[in-house]
C-alpha cells in the first residue's frame, strides 16, 4: 500500500483541526460572492420547510441533526450530505425557507470533525460549493458566530478534499470534489494551498476520464452530461474570480459540449443508455450554454462507441461498442448494439432507461430492457455482486453513409461462448428518415434456443394492428411496423422520466415453418415512399426462405436467473414497489460433451434460428 494511504489517517484529522481554535486567521465572509447557477424547485423546498424529503419515491422526516443512517441508499446520502437542495429552498424564496436552510447548515458546521461524512470527497465538494452558491440567500444576513462557524468548516472541509484526492473520488464525482475545493480557493485567498490543490489535480483528473471525441469514459450520456455541469461550473468559478482558466479545463469543455449534443434527442433529452435518463431538456440545454457558446453537434462519437444516424427528421442513436473498462463499469448495461430511434420531437423505439431502486436498477442493466436481441438464460456479460462488470464481450461497428442514406452493420459475440453464436445487427435508414430496416441474426450458433428481439416504445406510442402490420401511432405521424418473423405485443416499462411509466414493446421471434414444406414463407415489404433502397438488405428481404427453422416455443424453459427480468419487463407486475434484484451471474451452458441429455436432444438435427427482418415506414404525417 502506497506510504500515501499509510499516512491518510493521521492527515485527515490534522486537516480537520477547527481553525476557530487559535491554528489560524479565520475570514468574516468570502472574498468572492459566487451564485448557485441552476435553478431550483420550490415543491421541494416546500416540503424542507415542513421537515419532509420525497427522494426516489420514498417518503422520509428530517431529523434534526441526523445525516446518515445505513438503511439509506447511497443516491439519497448524497442528496442530504452535499446540501444542492438549497437551491430548492432558495427557489422558493420565503422567510421559513431562509430560516430553515440556515438552520440545517448550522447544525452542520457545529457537528465536531471527528462525526463529520466527509470521507466521499464528492460529496464534500458538492457541500461546499452549495454553501458558497447560496450564500447570499442563507448566510450574508446571518449573525457573526454563525458566518465565523460557516468559514471554518470551509477551511476545515476543503483541506480534507486535499488529503483525500485523487484516490478517493474518480469518474464525474472527482469533478465534483475539485469544483468544491476550486469554490473555496477563490473565496478565501489568503490560503493559496487551496488553489495550488486544484491546480494540482484537475488535469489528472479531466484526462483520466473525458475521450478524445469529447465522451465519457463510462460510455454514459448521464455521466456525461454530470460532467459536463461540472465543467461549467467551474469555468464559471474561475471567471468571476478572474484567474486564467486551465488550458486542459477549456479543451475538455470545448469537446464535451459537441458530444453532449450527440447523444441527445429532438426533444432535447438524453439518449437512454448505460443508466440514463431524459433529463429535464431545459436544464441540459441551460448546462450546454454555459459551458459553450458553440452549438455544434459531434458528427461521430468513435471513441464514445455510439453511432448516430440522423436523415430527414429521424434520428437514431446506437451503442455500438464494448462497456466500459474495469473501475468505470458501474453504470454499464448489457445494452451492446441496442438503439433508439426518434422521428422530430417524438421518441419511437427507446431503451426502458435506469433507476436508483433497488431491485429495478439492477435488473434494467440486462439485454431485456433494451431494444435488442436477447437469448433466455443468457446474459453476454456478467454483473457481479459488487456492480463492476465482467466477461466483456468483443463489439464491431461499421458505419457507412451516401446521399444522405446510413447503413450501421454491428456485431458482438457475447453469446458465442455459450453455443448462442455471434450477434449480427444491420440497420439502414433512408435518405429522407422515411425508412428504417433491419436485419437480426445469430451467426454460428450450435445451441437450439430460440431469440427474440425487443423494441421497446415510447408511453407516447399507440400501437395498432393491421393486416400489414403495426401501425405506432403519435401524435404527429404514423409509422407501419413489418416483420417476416412473428410479432407480438407485450407490456413493457419505461422509466425514463424519474418514475416508472406502463408502455408496450414489440417482441420479435424467428418465422415459424410453414405447414406445407413446399410452401414459401411470406416476407411483407416495406411502403418505401422514398423511392431509395439498401440493396443488400433490400435483396435479404425478397430472398425465398430454403429451410425453415423449428417453431419458437411460447413458453421458453426460462432459468431462475432471468425469471425475475423477465417478470419486469415482459408486463406483469407493475404494482410492486419493491423488486428483488436478479443473481449478479447467468449460468454458463455446460458443453456438449458433459451437457444435460435433454441440452443435447435440443441440439441435435435442429438448424440454427434463421434472421428475423423488419421495416419501419412512414407512412402518414
Given amino acids: 500500500m502506497p506510504l500515501r494511504r499509510w499516512t491518510r489517517a493521521p492527515r485527515l484529522a490534522y486537516a480537520m483541526r477547527n481553525p476557530l481554535g487559535g491554528f489560524a486567521r479565520v475570514p468574516a465572509a468570502p472574498a468572492v460572492v459566487l451564485r448557485d447557477l441552476w435553478p431550483g424547485n420550490a415543491t421541494v423546498g416546500e416540503k424542507l420547510v415542513r421537515n419532509r424529503t420525497e427522494f426516489d419515491g420514498v417518503p422520509r422526516s428530517l431529523q434534526s441533526g441526523i445525516w446518515d443512517d445505513p438503511a439509506w441508499p447511497a443516491s439519497y446520502r448524497r442528496w442530504l450530505q452535499g446540501f444542492g437542495w438549497l437551491q430548492d429552498l432558495r427557489e422558493l424564496g420565503a422567510e421559513s425557507a431562509r430560516i430553515k436552510a440556515r438552520t440545517l447548515v448550522a447544525h452542520w458546521v457545529r457537528l465536531p470533525a471527528a462525526e463529520r461524512a466527509v470521507m466521499d470527497p464528492s460529496i464534500t465538494g458538492a457541500r461546499l460549493s452549495a454553501w ?109 474570480a478572474r484567474l486564467p482558466l486551465p488550458t486542459t479545463l477549456v479543451d475538455a469543455a470545448n469537446r464535451t459540449a459537441p458530444a453532449l449534443r450527440a447523444l441527445r434527442h429532438a426533444d432535447g433529452g438524453l439518449a437512454l443508455f448505460n443508466g440514463s435518463t431524459e433529463r429535464d431538456s431545459q436544464l441540459v440545454e441551460l448546462v450546454l450554454n454555459r459551458v459553450s457558446r458553440s452549438r455544434i453537434v459531434a458528427a461521430g462519437l468513435p471513441e464514445s462507441g455510439f453511432a448516430r444516424l440522423s436523415s430527414g427528421r429521424a434520428l437514431l442513436i446506437a451503442d455500438a461498442a464494448a462497456p466500459a473498462p474495469a473501475g468505470f463499469d458501474h453504470t454499464a448495461h448489457a445494452g451492446m448494439l441496442s438503439f433508439e430511434f426518434s422521428s422530430g420531437k417524438q421518441r419511437l423505439i427507446v431503451n426502458c432507461g435506469a433507476s436508483r431502486q433497488k431491485g429495478w436498477a439492477e435488473a434494467l442493466r440486462y439485454p431485456a430492457a433494451h431494444s435488442v436481441l436477447e437469448l433466455a438464460g443468457m446474459s453476454p456479460m456478467t454483473f457481479e455482486a459488487n456492480g463492476t462488470t465482467s466477461r466483456p464481450p468483443q463489439v464491431s461497428r461499421t458505419h457507412a453513409t451516401q446521399d444522405g442514406a446510413h447503413w450501421l452493420d454491428m456485431t458482438h459475440n457475447g453469446y458465442e461462448s455459450q453455443g448462442g453464436g455471434l450477434y449480427h445487427r444491420q440497420l439502414y435508414l433512408g435518405k429522407d428518415g422515411r425508412t428504417l430496416r433491419g436485419e437480426e441474426k445469430l451467426e454460428g450458433a450450435t445451441l437450439a434456443r430460440a431469440p427474440c428481439v425487443r423494441f421497446h416504445l415510447h408511453p407516447d406510442i399507440m400501437v395498432e394492428p393491421t393486416e400489414n402490420g403495426y401501425l405506432l401511432h403519435s401524435e404527429e405521424e404514423s409509422w407501419l411496423f413489418q416483420s417476416d418473423g412473428q410479432v407480438q405485443v407485450e407490456e413493457s416499462v419505461y422509466l425514463g422520466q424519474g418514475r416508472r411509466i406502463k408502455t408496450l414493446q414489440l417482441v420479435l421471434t424467428p418465422p415459424a415453418p410453414p405447414q406445407d414444406e413446399d410452401a414459401a414463407t411470406p416476407v411483407p415489404q416495406p411502403n418505401n415512399t422514398e423511392g431509395d433502397t439498401d440493396p443488400a438488405l433490400q435483396a435479404t428481404l425478397q430472398e425465398t426462405e430454403q429451410e425453415q427453422p423449428p417453431p419458437a416455443d411460447p413458453t421458453p424453459d426460462v432459468p431462475a436467473s432471468t425469471a425475475e427480468q423477465d417478470t419486469l419487463l415482459s408486463g406483469t407486475s407493475y404494482a410492486e414497489e419493491r423488486v428483488e434484484p436478479p443473481p449478479a451471474t447467468t449460468p454458463e451452458p455446460k458443453p456438449a460433451a458433459t451437457g444435460h441429455p435433454a441440452l443435447l436432444r435440443s441440439m441435435i438435427g435442429q438448424p440454427p434460428p434463421k434472421p428475423i427482418h423488419w421495416a419501419l415506414t412512414l407512412i402518414s404525417e
Avoid at 452558491?133 to 465565523?148: I, K, L, M, P, T
Fill in 132 to 240: 458558497l452558491g447560496c450564500y447570499e440567500f442563507f448566510a450574508a444576513s446571518a449573525d457573526d458566530v454563525f458566518r465565523q462557524h460557516l468559514m471554518a468548516s470551509l477551511m476545515m472541509e476543503a483541506r480534507s478534499i486535499i488529503v483525500l484526492m485523487p484516490d478517493a473520488a474518480y469518474g464525474w464525482q472527482a469533478l465534483c470534489a475539485l469544483k468544491g475545493l476550486l469554490a473555496v480557493a477563490v473565496s478565501i485567498p489568503d490560503y493559496p494551498e487551496f488553489l495550488t490543490g486544484y491546480l494540482r489535480l484537475i488535469d489528472e483528473v479531466i484526462t483520466s476520464q473525458i475521450l478524445p471525441d469529447g465522451g465519457h469514459i463510462t460510455r454514459s450520456p448521464e455521466d456525461l452530461f454530470l460532467t459536463v455541469k461540472e465543467l461549467a461550473e467551474m469555468l464559471y468559478i474561475l471567471q468571476v
